[in-house]
């Protein structure tokens, strides 16, 4: 690995830490590759350090003995905007990581420290410097109300989310959140509210798909007295009545083409007139939108304005389906037991074995909402203190027949599907390969199967064997040998195959 070079000074790294075994490994690693590290136990004295000799790049544990990593970290932002920070803490925690990115940490990272991660993200943020526009406004402090509702979820995928989150909320900008129905696009709109300088103002949803055009019209942005029937009296619309806090406009897709001219003006210059009025108002009101539809498909039929879509898409966060989320299903299946305990007054201790093993290989097309119906029906018909299969409705749906949990692509016979990707490309294979058309075909099938399950679940590679069934020997083996083929192809060709 290549650091800093001949010439250039050696970069610095500091740590604070209380000797955790995986953030030794780390620091061992990090000095190997020719990085100065000095590690501290004691923040007070880390951060005498640091601002003496200004390192490139300080990883702090979140939980220390004296201040806490997020009072560190805004010392070190006070110190010296450009070094950038790494938060290290105890459990994958949905508020530490999102306090910690919307406080202006580079990343976030849970114990035990995966290595190998780390030492990517590091080597980027060594590279690029953060930029000064991620900083909290001085004297703003971004303190969470403990009880706001929970993400639940410890998945690389959640984890993403939850960073993100931490990173958009701070800017006043519009924010878009799209996945499937069910997926918690509302829930992610209000830990956006929660954690951005308008956490006291109101936060108001308006779903635009359930209210007529004209109605949604005078609800989001009022209407003058004698404006139509009805009408008796001026009334303020949700814009006005989110002054100061966030408007979240659900279901924006369902949005009629008047309206969303109007909401595009209001995010362009922050004013509009109320129904049957012509006084401009104007309201100081972030707006986060959500979708479950597509919205590139709306703009192919005509039914979404284009420059608002652009405007809308410049902080978008997409939230991935359930089932993409590997064990969270059973992490929320157990939040959702003591939520209907509770409720219910209930007492149901958790899943048998198979219950379990149906939530997880489950394709949850209602996703997270799905799950959730589930368990309440579930916990409401227990009788044994423990939730069987035949406890949830979609047991007896799949019984049934009426869903089919894996009948997706995913599952069946998917020569269909492989060969309409084969069938154009078969005449080229057939001429450039001849004679290992079979070989290369396989192979390149394989290279693209593996490196998609990496990615799926964020390059770990014992999640990913296990995820394909295949050992992680056998795993490692293949990216090895494909590794050598890039390699041995690039040196002949020039560039990858
Ligand atoms: N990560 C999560 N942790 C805990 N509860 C969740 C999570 N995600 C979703 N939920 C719960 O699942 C239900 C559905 O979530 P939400 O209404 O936010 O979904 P949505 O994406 O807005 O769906 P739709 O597109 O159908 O409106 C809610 O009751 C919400 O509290
Ligand atoms: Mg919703």
């Known amino acids: 690995m290549r650091v800093g070079g001949e010439g250039t000074q050696l970069k610095k790294i500091t740590i604070i830490d209380r000797r955790h075994e995986s953030i030794l490994r780390l620091s061992n690693d990090l000095e190997r590759r020719g990085y100065e590290v000095r590690t501290y136990a004691d923040e007070r004295e880390a951060l005498g350090e640091i601002a003496a000799s200004r390192p490139d790049l300080v990883i702090s544990e979140l939980a220390l003995r004296g201040m806490s990593g997020l009072q560190v970290l805004a010392e070190i932002r006070r110190i010296d905007p450009r070094i950038p920070v790494i938060i290290v803490t105890d459990h994958e925690n949905t508020q530490d990581a999102i306090d910690s990115m919307s406080e ?9 420290v995966d290595v190998e991660k780390a030492l990517t993200a590091i080597e980027k943020a060594l590279e690029l410097r953060v930029p000064e526009a991620r900083r909290s406004p001085p004297g703003e402090s971004v303190e969470i109300g ?41 829930l992610v709109a209000q830990a956006i509210h929660r ?17 007529p055009e004209t109605l949604l019209e005078s609800e989001l942005f009022g209407y003058e007295r004698g404006a139509f029937t009805g009408a008796v009296a001026r009334k303020a619309g949700k814009f006005e009545q989110a002054d100061g806090g966030t408007i979240f406009l659900d279901e924006i897709g369902d949005m009629s083409l008047g309206i969303q001219a109007k909401v595009l003006r209001v995010l362009q210059d922050k004013s509009f007139e109320r129904v049957g009025g012509r006084e401009t108002i104007s309201a100081d009101t972030r707006v986060v939108a959500a979708t479950n539809k597509s919205l590139v498909e709306c703009m192919k039929k005509g039914t979404f304005r284009i420059d ?28 959702f037991i003591q939520k209907f305990n509770y409720q219910l007054v209930k007492s149901v201790r958790g899943l048998s074995p198979q219950a379990a093993e149906l939530l997880r290989t489950y394709d949850w097309p209602g996703n997270v909402r799905e799950l959730e119906n589930n368990i309440q029906t579930g916990v409401l018909l227990n009788k044994t203190g423990v939730l069987i299969p035949e406890d949830f409705p979609l047991y007896l749906e799949r019984k049934d ?21 084969l069938e ?38 014992v999640r990913a064997s296990r995820l394909l069934g295949i050992s992680r020997n056998t795993l490692r083996g293949r990216l090895e040998r494909f590794r050598e083929d890039d390699e041995a192809g690039s040196g002949r060709s020039g560039h990858e195959v």
Do not use: W
């Open 424 to 461: 154009p490309i078969f005449g080229s294979l057939s001429v450039e390969q001849r004679g290992s058309v079979y070989d290369r075909t396989i192979r390149d099938f394989e290279k693209a199967l593996l490196r998609l399950a990496l990615e799926k679940v964020g390059g770990n590679q």
């Open 146 to 186: 403990a009880a706001a509702a929970r993400l639940i979820g410890k998945s690389p995928e959640m984890l993403e989310i939850y960073k993100r989150i931490g990173q958009v909320a701070v800017s006043d900008a519009a924010i878009l959140i799209q996945g499937e129905s069910g997926t918690g696009k509302e």
């Open 195 to 211: 954690n951005s300088r308008r956490r006291n103002g109101p936060f108001l949803a308006v779903n635009c798909a359930a209210i």
């Open 104 to 112: 202006g940490a580079y990343d976030y990272f849970p114990k035990p």
């Open 401 to 421: 027949g009426r869903s089919r949990p894996g009948a997706g692509p995913g599952s069946g016979d998917l020569a269909e599907a492989f060969r309409a990707i």
């Open 308 to 335: 608002l879509f652009y405007r809308l898409k410049v902080v978008s966060i997409f939230l991935p389906p359930l089932r993409e989320r590997g064990e969270d299903a059973l992490l929320l299946a157990e939040h």
